[in-house]
């Protein structure tokens, strides 16, 4: 059995670990800092806006390509899923209106009775 | 052993034959990984009880032969997915619910459409979740709700629940929520008033993208993320490892866009006026105070949570108004509180006894 404290693997895994604990606490006091702040911000601030003036040319390109962009394809993916969760109701509908009448659903199986206790009250894990 | 280096010289040959059976593994292994999707995630059989734009809410199918009178209806933070709570069967909090004889529905959110940007906390708090209980009520037939909720879905979870004091939820349980935003100290740094111009993020970009809602969750350790990779590549030869790498990995990423007016209420409210804890948050004109909840609540913390750290939720408890209240904090971190190995060990065992006993 190799003892952990001469084990070139152990010890090198420790020293990793020891490494991402200092650097943490290390960057973590930085971030602190009203200064970190402010530069972090400012830079956000610039990448956000870029990053809308890019999407806005790029829209512009991809409409004179004729092509539809992410936005129209999300959309469209939206629409679907919309689709499909009015379809899910729509199932659900069916379910109640035919549990209502006596029947039984028409996918679900019948659901179990409420009745079960806590095993403090006498009631087991089934 | 060697009494001059300390090395035990005749375990040393064994050492170098495991550490190259490892190294032919980590080649076979590094290549599987890449060539390979993860553990199928979120699989336990559910159906869509209601979808509406962002949010939408399954009802889980019942594994017991008979369950609580109390449906249960999970409320996930809105920045991530819901499928953290059902990993794979073993390790889903759903199923260990549904195994126990809960009732279980989750309250779950995607990515919100362009056109949502303009959701508002009035939406999330006064809308959904009341919309989605009544549903829960419909489907169960019960009056009764117990609500769960995770990280900030708990803190939409205290929300809705200071505004309807009078039912139908009939216990809260909040993991990891925090109610002291000063004390989450570098968002708090990050989101200074004095630099973080919200407002022009907000009219410049409409949704927040999930990269940037991710990256201020990596900042919090920097390090870690390269770390972590390490040890991926340590650990390639062990199946159990990459698998569970693999499930954290990939919901840690999935980061949610968050709609814009939503995120200025966030910022603005919690972040910079810190209302929850000072008592004076209102959602669309309706105070939201603390004290007004009297049901029973389970407060679940975690001693090394980085992302809501425990100077942050501490105080919640003493803030409610219920007499059946309690506070446990567990060992583990925001994550693995609520799923992975040590959850099945601690969190979960605690939710049920508590949780059982007032569900009848």
């Known amino acids: 059995m190799t003892d952990k404290i001469t084990d070139p693997v152990a010890l090198w895994q420790k020293m990793v670990g020891e490494m991402e604990k200092g650097f943490n606490s290390f960057a973590t006091k930085a971030m602190e800092t009203p200064e970190f702040s402010q530069a972090m911000n400012r830079a956000g601030g610039a990448a956000a806006g870029a990053q809308k003036q890019f999407g806005d040319l790029m829209e512009k390109y991809l409409l004179s390509m004729n092509l539809p962009s992410r936005e129209q394809m999300t959309g469209i993916a939206e629409r679907l899923q919309s689709i499909e969760g009015q379809l899910g109701e729509i199932r659900s509908m069916l379910n109640q209106m035919s549990a209502a009448s006596g029947g039984s659903p028409i996918d679900a199986a019948p659901r179990p009775p409420r009745t079960k206790r806590p095993p403090s009250e006498g009631g087991g894990h089934k | ?360």
């Open chain 2, 1 to 360: 052993m060697n009494a001059l280096t300390g090395l035990d010289l005749a375990a040393i040959p064994d050492r170098i034959q495991a550490e190259v059976q490892r190294a032919i593994q980590r080649s076979i292994k590094g290549v599987e990984y890449f060539s390979t999707s993860g553990p199928m995630l979120g699989s336990t059989p559910k159906d869509v009880l209601h979808s509406r734009g962002t949010m939408s809410l399954y009802h889980y199918r019942p594994m017991s032969d008979e369950i609580y009178r109390v449906p249960v209806l999970i409320v996930m933070a809105t920045t991530n997915r819901g499928y953290i709570l059902d990993l794979v069967p073993g390790q889903s909090f759903i199923e260990f619910l549904l195994k126990h004889g809960y009732d279980v529905y989750m309250l779950d959110w995607s990515a919100p459409r362009p056109e949502e940007k303009s959701l508002r906390m009035e939406d999330y708090v006064l809308d959904f979740i009341p919309d989605c209980v009544r549903r829960v009520q419909a489907d169960s037939g019960e009056q009764d709700v117990s609500v769960i909720g995770y990280c900030f879905g708990g803190v939409l979870s205290l929300l809705y629940g200071s505004i309807f004091p009078d039912g139908p939820m009939k216990n809260l349980i909040c993991f990891t929520t925090p109610i002291d935003f000063r004390e989450m100290k570098l968002f708090s740094n990050f989101s200074d008033r004095r630099y973080f111009d919200v407002d022009r993020l907000v009219d410049s970009v409409g949704n927040v993208p999930p990269e940037m809602i991710l990256s201020s969750f990596e900042m919090l350790r920097p390090a870690s993320r390269a770390v972590s990779q390490i040890q991926l590549w340590e650990n390639i030869w062990n199946d159990q490892f990459v698998k569970s790498y693999r499930m954290f990995d990939r919901w840690a990423t999935d980061t949610l866009p968050l709609a814009g007016e939503y995120f200025r209420t966030i910022t603005k409210d919690l972040m910079w006026d810190n209302k929850l804890y000072n008592d004076t948050m209102s959602v669309g004109g309706r105070p939201a105070k603390l004290e007004n909840i009297k049901v029973p609540i389970l407060h679940a913390v975690a001693e090394h949570d980085h992302i809501v750290p425990y100077d942050a939720a501490k105080h919640l408890i003493a803030k409610i108004g219920s007499a059946d209240k309690e506070e446990v904090v567990l060992k583990g971190g925001h994550v693995s509180l609520v799923a992975g190995a040590n959850a099945i060990k601690r969190l979960w065992p605690k939710l049920d006894s508590w949780l059982g006993t007032r569900s009848t």
